[in-house]
C-alpha cells in the first residue's frame, strides 16, 4: 500500500475511517482484508520454502552441517547437523505451513477476499467485521504454529497426517507441547476458515449487481464459491478429529490408541476432511487461471458452463475418494476397489478443464504477459501431477509407489503446482490491488527460473520413487538399494536451492513495484470483469454506482465490436453482444 | 497384447521404469504390468496435452491484423474429451480389480507361515521352527531377519505393537502397514533365493529412518542350514 | 447468458456505504436492489448451521464406528446411563423448543409481553436441562464413568459434553434476546434478531433427540 491508495481513499471521500490502526490493521474492507492475507501468506511462504532447502540440504548431504545453521541450539540441531526427529519437523512443519498457512490464505483467503466483492459488483462482504476477525484468527492461529518450533521437545513430528498412534501420545514421537500446539493451531484456523466461508457463500448468494446471474460469474467466482462451500463442509470434520485427537494426547483418553480405540479412524477422519482440502487448495488455482487464460488469448472461454459443471462435479466426488490415501493402511481390500473406482472417476472432470484450458488458447490471439506464462506453467504442471495421480489410483500399482517418492513427486506437481497460479493471480491483480504495475522483464526471469527449477527439483522424483526410494525418510544413505540415488538426490537439492533463488527476483519485484512501480490505469489488461471498470485500486466501497451486468464475463473478440473486448457493464445499444 | 510377464524382458524400458528394482515374486509382474501400462498411457496424454499447448502458443501468438476466433465451444468436442479418458480410465480400474483381489483379497493357502511384528524400531519375526507350525514353542525368534523358502506361498501374519509399521519389500512388490491390535495378512512367492531388504514405509518416530531388515529367501537345502543353525 | 430471468433490476444508486455503519449483520441491500430471498444474517446462520452439523456428523461417525468395533457394548465394568431421567430432560428440551417457537411467534406478532414470557420460558427449560444433565454427571462421575475409564467414557461425555456446551451457548444468546425483548427491542420491525436466536435454538434442540438415541437408547 503506498500514497496511491491513499490518495485515492482521499478523492473519494467516503467517510471512512481515517486511522492507522481501523485502516491497516483492523480493517473491515475487503480489499484490506485480502492485502493481509497475501502478506500473511507470502511471510510464511518464505518460512516453508526455507524449512524446505533444509530437507533437501539433510536428503542431499545427509548428516553433514548445514550452512549458516550452527547457531541453532541443541537438541534442535546438533552444531549445524540435523538430527532425525527435527527431520521429522521440518517436513511436518513445511507442509503443515505450505498447505494451510501459504495456499490457503493466499489463494482463498487473499484472492478470495480481494476478488468475491469486486468481481460481483458488490460493495463489500456480506459481514465485513466476521471477514476482519477471521483474519485475525487465522494470523493468531499462525503465530500458535510457528510458536511450536519454540517449545521444549520442539514442534511436531508426526507428518502433516499426524496419524495415530504415534501422534496419539507423546512417548511415541518424544514431541508434547510441539503436536499439542499444533492441534490448537489447526483448531483455531478452522475457525477462521469458517467465518471466511459463511462470508463467501452469503456474499455470492445475495451480493451480486443487478444482471449478475450465477452463470455470467467469472470462473475465479466460481472456484472461489464452490471452495467455499467445500471449506465449510470439510473444516469441521477436521475440527472434530482434532479435537478426539487433543482430548487423546491431553485427557488420556483412548479414540485413536489401540488399547480401546482405534487407529484407523483417525485416518478415515483425517482424509475425509483431506481430500476435499486439496481441492480445496486446487479449485481457486483452477478458476483464476480460467480467467487469465481467456483475458490473454483475448477469446471467450472455452466451455463456460462445462467448466463450471466440472468444478461442481469434483466438489461432490472429493466427499466419496477419501480412501485411496489408504489402500494399504488395512482398511478392508474390497473397499479399496471400491475407492479406486471413484478416483479414476473424479479424474475425468479434471479431464475437462484441461482440454478447455487447451480449447481456450486455440484460435486466440495471444498476448504473452507474465500472468499468462505462470498460467500456462500451472496447467502444465497440473498436467503432470494429475496423470501421475492415476498411477496411484490404480491399487495394484499403489501397492508399490505407495509412501514413495513418486507421491512426493505426484502432490508437488499438484500442490505446490499451484504456487504457478498464485504467482499468476498476483502478477495479473497486482495492479488492482495496489494501484502499480510489476515490472514484466524480471517476471518473465522469474517465470523462466521458477518453471525450469520447478521440473528439474520434482520431475526426477518420480524416479526416485520408481525405484522404491520411501518418503519421510532422514537418510536415505541407509539403505543399499538406495545407494545409486545418492546424486540423484544432489541433483533434485541443487535444483531446488536453485529454484529459491529464482524467487529472488520475485521479491525484489514485488517490493519494488509496490512503492515505485509504474502507476496503473483502471483496465491495463483490457479485461471484461468489473473490478477493472473500478479505480485502481478501487476505493472504500468499490464502485462509485452499483454496476449493471449486462453479458458473460468472458465476451472477448466479439465481432462487430471495436475493441477485442467488451466489459460485463458495458451497455451496448441493439440487441448486438448479448452474450451467447 | 503382450504376455504380463514377458513385459520387462521386451526392451520397452524408457527412462523412468529402468529404475524398478528387480522383480522376484509371483505377482509383481501383474503390478508391473499396470504400471507400464499407464505410464504409456499417461505419456501419451501429457504428450499430446504438451504438444497441442506448445503449438497454440506459437500458431496463435498475438499478431497485426489479426483478431480471435469468437467461440464459446464446441458440443461434439467436449462430448468426445470427456467420453474418450472415461472410458480409458474406467478400464485401467477393471483391469486393476483382478490384480488386486490375486493380491489382497484372495491368498492362496499357506505353504509357510511367518508373524512379523513391527515395533519402534524392528521387526520381530517369528519363524514356526521345526515342528513347521507357529505359535509353538519351538519358534524361532529373530530381529529384523526372515526366513522363507523359494517357490512357496509364504503367509505374513503382520502386526506391530506400538505404531503404525509398513512392511515393505522392493522386490517383491509387497507394501502393507502393520496396524497396532489388528493380524493382517500379507501374502507372497518368491520365485528367486537371495537377501532382500525390507524396509519400513510409514512413519513411525525419530528411528523410522533405518528401520530395516531382510529378507531372506532360501533353497530348501539352505532352509534346512537355518532350521539347524537356530535350533536349541 | 440466456439467463435474464433472475437478473435483478437496477436504477443507478448514491455512493454512500453503509458498510461499518452496521457491519455484523451486514447492513440491507442497497436500497434499489431486489431483497434477497433469503436474508443476510439469516443465510449465513444457516452455513454456521452447516458447519455444525458436519462437526457432529463427525463426531457422530467416529461414535458409531467405534461402537460397532468393539464386541460388548456397554461396556461390562461400566455404569448404565440414566435412560429414564435423561428421557424426562429430553422432553424438557423439546418444550424448550416449543416454547421458542411461540416466542418467535410472538416476535412476529409484535406482542412484546409475550415474547419476553416465552424467551424465558425457553431459557428456563433450557437451564433445567442442563441442571439435570450436570447432576447425572455428577452422579456418573460418582460411580467411576470418566473420560479416562475407556472408550464408553470418552463418547459419552465427548458427544454429551460438546451438545451441552452448545446449549450453553444457545442459552447465553437466548438470555441476551430475552433480555433486549424486555428492554422494547423487537418491537418495531425487526423480528430477525428473534428469528436468528430461534433458528439455532432450534437446531441445538433437534439435535438431541438424535443424541439421546444412539447414546442412550441404542
Ligand atoms: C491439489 C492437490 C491435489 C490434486 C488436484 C490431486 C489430484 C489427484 N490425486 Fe492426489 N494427492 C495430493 C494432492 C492432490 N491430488 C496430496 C497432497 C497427496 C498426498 C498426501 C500425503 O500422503 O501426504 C495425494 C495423494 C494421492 C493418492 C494417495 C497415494 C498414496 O499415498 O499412496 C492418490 C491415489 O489415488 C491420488 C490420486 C489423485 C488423482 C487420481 C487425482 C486426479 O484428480 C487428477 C486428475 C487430473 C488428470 C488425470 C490430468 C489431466 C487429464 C488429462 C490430460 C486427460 C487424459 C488423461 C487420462 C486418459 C488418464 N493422490
Ligand atoms: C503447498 C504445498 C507445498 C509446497 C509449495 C511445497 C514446496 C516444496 N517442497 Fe514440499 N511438501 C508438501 C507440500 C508442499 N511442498 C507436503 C504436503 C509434504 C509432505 C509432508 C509429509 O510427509 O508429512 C511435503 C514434503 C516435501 C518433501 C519430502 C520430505 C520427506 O518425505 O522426507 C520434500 C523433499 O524434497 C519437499 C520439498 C519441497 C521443495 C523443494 C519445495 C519448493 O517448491 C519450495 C520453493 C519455495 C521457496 C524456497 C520459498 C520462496 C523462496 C524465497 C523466499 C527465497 C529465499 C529463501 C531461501 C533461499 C531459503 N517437500
Ligand atoms: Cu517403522 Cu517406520
Ligand atoms: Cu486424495
Known amino acids: 500500500m503506498s500514497e496511491a491508495a491513499a490518495s485515492a481513499h482521499a478523492d473519494h471521500g467516503h467517510h471512512e475511517p481515517a486511522g492507522f490502526w481501523s485502516h491497516y490493521v483492523f480493517s473491515t474492507d475487503h480489499k484490506m482484508i485480502g492485502r493481509q492475507f497475501l502478506f500473511l501468506g507470502l511471510f510464511m511462504l518464505i518460512i516453508g520454502g526455507t524449512l524446505a532447502m533444509l530437507i533437501r540440504w ?20 546438533y552444531e549445524g547437523i540435523i538430527p532425525p526427529n527435527t527431520y521429522n519437523m521440518l517436513f511436518t512443519m513445511h507442509a503443515t505451513i505450505m498447505i494451510f498457512f501459504v495456499v490457503m490464505p493466499v489463494m482463498v483467503g487473499g484472492f478470495g477476499n480481494f476478488l468475491i466483492p469486486i468481481m460481483i459488483g458488490a460493495k463489500d462482504m456480506a459481514f465485513p467485521l466476521l471477514n476482519m476477525l477471521s483474519f485475525w484468527v487465522g494470523a493468531v492461529a499462525g503465530v500458535i504454529m510457528v510458536a511450536s518450533f519454540f517449545v521444549v521437545g520442539g514442534a511436531a513430528a508426526g507428518g502433516w497426517t499426524s496419524y495415530t498412534p504415534l501422534t496419539g501420545d507423546a512417548v511415541f514421537t518424544g514431541v508434547n507441547w510441539g503436536i499439542n500446539l499444533w492441534v490448537l493451531s489447526l483448531f483455531v484456523l478452522a475457525f477462521s476458515s469458517l467465518m471466511g466461508s459463511i462470508n463467501y457463500i452469503t456474499t455470492v448468494i445475495n451480493m451480486r449487481a443487478p444482471g449478475m446471474t450465477y452463470f455470467r460469474m467469472p470462473l475465479s467466482i466460481w472456484s472461489l464459491f464452490i471452495t467455499a462451500i467445500l471449506l465449510l463442509l470439510a473444516l469441521p470434520v477436521l475440527t472434530a478429529a482434532l479435537g478426539m485427537l487433543f482430548f487423546d494426547r491431553v485427557f488420556a483418553t483412548n479414540f485413536f490408541l489401540p488399547a480401546g480405540g482405534m487407529p484407523l479412524l483417525w485416518q478415515h477422519l483425517f482424509w475425509f476432511f483431506g481430500h476435499p482440502e486439496v ?5 481457486p488455482a483452477m478458476g483464476v487461471t480460467s480467467d487469465i487464460l481467456s483475458v490473454f488469448s483475448r477469446k471467450p472461454i472455452f466451455g463456460y458452463r462445462a467448466m463450471a459443471y466440472s468444478m461442481i462435479a469434483i466438489a461432490f466426488l472429493s466427499w466419496i475418494v477419501w480412501g485411496h490415501h489408504m489402500f494399504l493402511s488395512g482398511m478392508n481390500p474390497l473397499l479399496g476397489t471400491a475407492f479406486m473406482l471413484t478416483t479414476m472417476v473424479i479424474a475425468v472432470p479434471s479431464a475437462i ?48 509407489i505407495h509412501d514413495t517418492y513418486f507421491i512426493v513427486a505426484h502432490f508437488h506437481y499438484v500442490v505446490a503446482g499451484i504456487i504457478f497460479a498464485m504467482f499468476a493471480a498476483i502478477y495479473f491483480w497486482f495492479p488492482k490491488m495496489f ?18 527449477f520447478f521440473n528439474l527439483t520434482f520431475f ?13 525418510i532422514y537418510n536415505p544413505m541407509q539403505y543399499e538399494y538406495l545407494e545409486q540415488f545418492g546424486d540423484m538426490n544432489v541433483f533434485i537439492t541443487i535444483s531446488a536451492f536453485l529454484l529459491a533463488i529464482s ?4 521479491i525484489v519485484n514485488f517490493v519494488w513495484s509496490l512503492f515505485a512501480g509504474e502507476k496503473a490505469s483502471e483496465n491495463p489488461w483490457e479485461a471484461n470483469t468489473l473490478e477493472w471498470s473500478a479505480p485502481s485500486p478501487p476505493p472504500h466501497g468499490n464502485f462509485a454506482t452499483t454496476p449493471q451486468v449486462y453479458r458473460g464475463p468472458y465476451e472477448y473478440s466479439v465481432p462487430g465490436v471495436e475493441e477485442d473486448w467488451l466489459p460485463q457493464d458495458r451497455p451496448l445499444g441493439a440487441a448486438a453482444a448479448t452474450g451467447h | 497384447m503382450l504376455a504380463k510377464s514377458e513385459f520387462h524382458e521386451e526392451g520397452f524400458e524408457l527412462a523412468m521404469m529402468s529404475w524398478l528394482p528387480e522383480n522376484v515374486s509371483t505377482y509383481g509382474g501383474q503390478i508391473d504390468y499396470l504400471f507400464y501400462l499407464i505410464y504409456y498411457i499417461t505419456a501419451a496424454a501429457l504428450i499430446i496435452v504438451t504438444v497441442l499447448m506448445v503449438a497454440f502458443l506459437i500458431v496463435y501468438r498475438q499478431r497485426a491484423g489479426r483478431k480471435a476466433v469468437y467461440i464459446h465451444g464446441n458440443t461434439a468436442l467436449e462430448v468426445t474429451w470427456t467420453v474418450v479418458p472415461a472410458v480409458i480410465l474406467l478400464l485401467l480400474s477393471f ?37 513347521g507350525k507357529l505359535g509353538t514353542k519351538d519358534d524361532i525368534k529373530i530381529e529384523n531377519e526372515v526366513h522363507v523358502p523359494v517357490d512357496k506361498v509364504v503367509h505374513v501374519q503382520l502386526q506391530a505393537s506400538d505404531v503404525i509399521h509398513s512392511f515393505f519389500v522392493p522386490n517383491f512388490r509387497v507394501k502393507q502397514d502393520a496396524v497396532p491390535g489388528r493380524n493382517i495378512l500379507v501374502w507372497f512367492e518368491v520365485t528367486k533365493p537371495g537377501k532382500y531388504e525390507l524396509p519400513c514405509a510409514e512413519l513411525c518416530g525419530f528411528g523410522h529412518s533405518g528401520m530395516l531388515g531382510w529378507v531372506f529367501v532360501h533353497t530348501p537345502e539352505d532352509y534346512e542350514k537355518f532350521l539347524k543353525e537356530n535350533q536349541g | 447468458m440466456a439467463r435474464e430471468a433472475t437478473a435483478r433490476s437496477s436504477s443507478g444508486d448514491g455512493v454512500e456505504t453503509l458498510a461499518h455503519a452496521s457491519a455484523f449483520g451486514g447492513g440491507p441491500p442497497p436500497p434499489s436492489q431486489a431483497e434477497p430471498v433469503i436474508s443476510n444474517a439469516r443465510l449465513g446462520l444457516m452455513m ?11 463426531l457422530i461417525g467416529a461414535f458409531l464406528v467405534l461402537r460397532l468395533s468393539s464386541e460388548v457394548w456397554p461396556p461390562p465394568a461400566q455404569p448404565r446411563l440414566p435412560v429414564w431421567i435423561t428421557g424426562f430432560n429430553t422432553v424438557v428440551l423439546l418444550c424448550s423448543g416449543l416454547a421458542m417457537h411461540r416466542a418467535s411467534l410472538a416476535a412476529r406478532l409484535r406482542d412484546r409481553l409475550r415474547l419476553s414470557g416465552w424467551l424465558l420460558a425457553t431459557a428456563v427449560l433450557g437451564a433445567l436441562f442442563l441442571c439435570i444433565q450436570g447432576y447425572e454427571w455428577v452422579r456418573l462421575i460418582g460411580f467411576g464413568l470418566t473420560m479416562r475409564s475407556g472408550l464408553y467414557g470418552s463418547t459419552f461425555y465427548a458427544l454429551i459434553g460438546l451438545h451441552g456446551l452448545h446449549v450453553l451457548g444457545a442459552l447465553v444468546w437466548v438470555g441476551v434476546v430475552w433480555f433486549l425483548a424486555r428492554q422494547g427491542s423487537y418491537a418495531s420491525d425487526q423480528a430477525a434478531g428473534v428469528e436468528l436466536c430461534a433458528m439455532y435454538w432450534m437446531f441445538v434442540v433437534a439435535l438431541w433427540p438424535v443424541l439421546y438415541g444412539l447414546v442412550y437408547l441404542y
Open chain 1, 353 to 400: 478443464k484441461t482440454f478447455n484450458w487447451l480449447g481456450t488458447l486455440w484460435g486466440g490471439s495471444i498476448r504473452f504477459t507474465v500472468p499468462l506464462l505462470f498460467a500456462i506453467g500451472f496447467v502444465s504442471n497440473f498436467v503432470i501431477g494429475g496423470l501421475s495421480g492415476i498411477f496411484m489410483a490404480s491399487t495394484p500399482v499403489d501397492i508399490f
Open chain 1, 435 to 452: 494501484g502499480r504495475m510489476m515490472n514484466s522483464t524480471w517476471g518473465i526471469v522469474h517465470f523462466i527460473g521458477t518453471y525450469i
Open chain 1, 279 to 283: 481441492y480445496i487448495l486446487v479449485l
Open chain 1, 503 to 506: 524467487q529472488i527476483p520475485f
Open chain 1, 460 to 472: 526426477p522424483m518420480h524416479f526416485l520413487g520408481v525405484g522404491g526410494h520411501m518418503r519421510r
Open chain 1, 58 to 77: 539433510q536428503l542431499a548431504w545427509p548428516e553433514t552441517e548445514v550452512p549458516g545453521m550452527g547457531w541453532v541450539p541443541e537438541p534442535t540441531m
Open chain 2, 95 to 131: 483391469m486393476s480389480i483382478s490384480t488386486w483381489g490375486e493380491i489382497k483379497i484372495y491368498a492362496p493357502p499357506a505353504e509357510y507361515e511367518v508373524r512379523v511384528v513391527g515395533k519402534q524400531f524392528n521387526w520381530d519375526v517369528f519363524h514356526p521352527g521345526p515342528d
Open chain 3, 48 to 58: 454456521f448451521i452447516g458447519a455444525e452439523v458436519m462437526f457432529f456428523a463427525g
